[in-house]
């Protein structure tokens, strides 16, 4: 819960403004039962921002309530467009002008922002700023648990989502891996739990392909639940399990089609959590306070997220982040959040660069065969970005992988 100050502060509005949106009902802030203040909510934070990005885009605060609740008046979304397209264009003339005049005072072109994807700006700094705001309004829109987190993580934008996804998937479904990793980057994580010959219960998130699964069923005595919200991946990973037989370890292996988001595993279920990348779409710390409770006592959670490893990126590395991963942050923060939430750190390291080769690899083969038989599209002009970003900038970023253990 957060004070009206530090409300005010976060949001960028005046106290009086505060008051008013909460006596017409914009938000409902709960008191604190010790002295009376008024503590606003985590739903409070989220619905303020996004209520002043749509008064931004000109709606009134009427037209904004209704947007938050998911009436869109199709009239009224086409005049906002357009006033809003006459706006850019003034602004960008404007901003060409000005520019021109900052080159002929300082004899140097000025950095700018990377502004050929706005949609993705949008729904990055809405992620950042209003996560969880971000995706009940999409919910509310009538998009379901797997478009939301597409459109929150893949696509960002509403527009052809679909179609986007199916390139996306075009590339990835022949992809070896789904992330960055490997064989031996697994078994480094499960060889540092402390007699992880008594690990007996593996739930992994995010299995993908298999490929992380597989390892983990090689390397130890474990049942092991698989979960993806994509069939296809799935199916794969079962093709994959069927080739070992019977009698092999993979009729320790269970796989099922479920969202991250929409678990409904008891608690205290299980020795071991196993995510390599996949708490991405959750949001980092959300997926390490939720899945806390599927452990068992004296239980592991091995995750793995992406990091800065500079503090000054280049712009364009830095660019390409600040949409694709906006809560992106560096190795010594992820891991106070992860104290914070009530673990130990039982060990660390970053993927070696060669899984990140490797997989840059793999992905560059796979989008060139899409394009030669599609053409270019939006998802693979935006994976050869990736791709180059990748080779071009890979020192400036790493995947942490942390092995944690909650404190009893």
């Known amino acids: 819960m957060v004070s009206i100050a530090r409300t005010c502060d976060m949001v960028g ?9 909460e006596r017409i009902g914009i938000i409902s802030p709960k008191r604190n039962p010790e002295n009376g203040y008024r503590d606003y909510s985590g739903d409070d934070i989220h619905a303020l921002v996004l209520i002043r990005q749509l008064q931004k885009a000109g709606f009134s605060l009427k037209e904004a309530d209704a947007v938050m609740k998911g009436e ?17 264009r003034e602004l960008t003339t404007a901003r060409e002008v000005v520019k021109s005049l900052v080159i002929h005072a300082t004899g140097k072109e000025p950095e700018t922002a990377d502004l050929t994807n706005p949609a993705g700006h949008w729904h990055a700094e809405l992620e950042k700023t209003a996560g969880e705001a971000h995706e009940k309004w999409l919910k509310r829109l009538g998009f379901d648990d797997k478009e939301q987190l597409y459109i929150r993580w893949v696509t960002r934008t509403l527009t052809d989502s679909e179609g986007y996804m199916k390139d996306f998937f075009t590339v990835f479904e022949q992809m ?8 031996a980057s697994t078994t480094r994580g499960f060889n ?5 010959h008594k690990i007996k219960s593996i739930l992994e998130i995010g299995c993908g392909k298999g490929q992380s699964g597989l390892t983990l069923s090689r390397i130890s005595e474990a049942k092991i639940t698989a979960i993806d919200n994509h069939q296809p991946f799935l199916d794969h990973f079962k093709a994959q399990v069927g080739k070992q037989g019977g009698g ?3 009729n320790r292996i269970r796989i099922k089609n479920m969202s991250m988001t929409e678990m409904d595993f008891p608690d205290s279920g299980f020795d071991l959590i196993w995510s390599e990348g996949s708490a991405y779409f959750m949001g980092f710390q959300k997926a390490l306070a939720e899945w806390k409770s599927l452990l068992r006592p004296g239980g592991y959670l091995f995750v793995s997220d992406a990091v800065w490893l500079t503090d000054q990126p280049s712009p364009p590395c830095c660019n390409y982040f600040r949409i694709e991963y906006p809560g992106m942050t560096d190795p010594a923060t992820r891991k106070n959040q992860a104290r914070d939430l009530g673990y130990d750190i039982a060990d660390e390291f970053l993927l070696p660069r060669q899984d990140w080769t490797d997989f840059y690899d793999d992905m560059a083969a796979c989008v060139a065969r899409a394009v030669e038989k599609h053409g270019m599209t939006r998802a693979f002009a935006k994976m050869t970005s ?5 080779r071009t900038f890979g020192a400036e970023y790493g995947c942490l992988c942390l092995l944690l253990k909650p404190v009893n």
């Open 386 to 390: 990736e791709i180059e970003v990748g």
């Open 192 to 196: 540092a739990i402390p007699d992880n």
């Open 72 to 88: 869109l008046d199709p009239d009224l979304m086409l005049d906002r467009f357009q006033m809003l397209e006459q706006d850019i």
């Open 176 to 183: 070896k891996r789904q992330g960055p990793g490997s064989r």
């Open 248 to 250: 092999g370890c993979g």
């Open 13 to 21: 509005v005046a106290r009086s403004t505060l008051l008013y949106y």
